[in-house]
């Protein structure tokens, strides 16, 4: 089974790669595609441009699993990067492999606003990323469709194509793309928030208000 993690990765950090890889482990994927976002539709234009960003992502990605791999078709494609559009581009690829979209909590329950969110589940499986103890309070309709779809249990995942949703949690690391902007914006370290060779490329492209010399030492 294939997942799918998008995001505008501006820039990429651990929370992302952490996260990746406990779904990827709990479930059993044979690939993690990277998928960054061209030009989100929920929020304003990425600070960093679309060659920074996947320029960023490549180095993150370079001595990690050899199943995360990166995927340019929202880059490549015009308009808005409609998750939906992107599920059926990659459903055309892979045929009736399963496939899982995974999300944050606080994006699922943002949803109903997502294009066409109810063609989602046609398309691929949904894994909710949850921290431990976290309430699955999901709104009216949310709540409604993961009754009828939730998965009996991990393997039930790959028995099929697309369709069910459950709930993985993972390591709550509190690290945010904005809180790491902020922070250089501010003249603070980013170290250990992202990897190193992703603050050399924001150093260097003077990124998010960061100086040519940031200071990578703990603060």
């Known amino acids: 089974m294939i997942g799918i993690f998008g995001g505008t990765f501006d820039p990429v950090h651990y929370g992302h790669l952490r996260s990746a890889l406990e779904v ?10 990277f998928i960054p976002c061209h030009r989100p539709p929920h929020r304003g234009t990425p600070r960093a441009t679309a060659r920074q960003r996947l320029e960023m992502l490549k180095t993150a990605l370079k001595n990690a699993p050899a199943s995360f791999q990166i995927d340019t078709r929202e880059m490549e494609r015009p308009g808005p990067s409609f998750m939906v559009d992107t599920l059926r581009s990659l459903r055309d690829d892979l045929g009736q492999r ?9 994006a699922f329950r943002g949803f109903e606003t997502w294009h066409q969110w109810r063609d989602l589940f046609d398309l ?19 709540a409604a469709v993961f009754k009828e779809r939730e998965a009996p249990g991990i393997p039930s ?20 793309a904005s809180q790491i902007r ?3 914006a501010a003249d603070r370290s980013a170290r250990f928030l992202t990897p190193d060779s992703v603050i050399k490329h924001i150093e260097n492209w003077r990124l998010y208000g960061a100086k040519e010399s940031q200071k990578t030492s703990a603060d």
């Not at 496939?99 to 606080?106: E, Y």
């Not at 894994?127 to 709104?139: F, H, K, N, T, V």
């Open 24 to 33: 990827s482990e709990t479930v059993g994927l044979s690939e993690v595609r």
């Open 157 to 176: 995942l790959s028995e099929h194509p697309s369709g069910l949703i459950t709930t993985i949690n993972v390591t709550p690391l509190a690290i945010s």
């Open 124 to 142: 691929a499986h949904i894994l909710i990323m949850q921290r431990p103890g976290e309430s699955s309070d999901w709104p009216q309709a949310l």
């Open 98 to 106: 399963p496939m899982a979209l995974i999300v944050g909590s606080d």
């Open 182 to 184: 902020d922070r250089l």
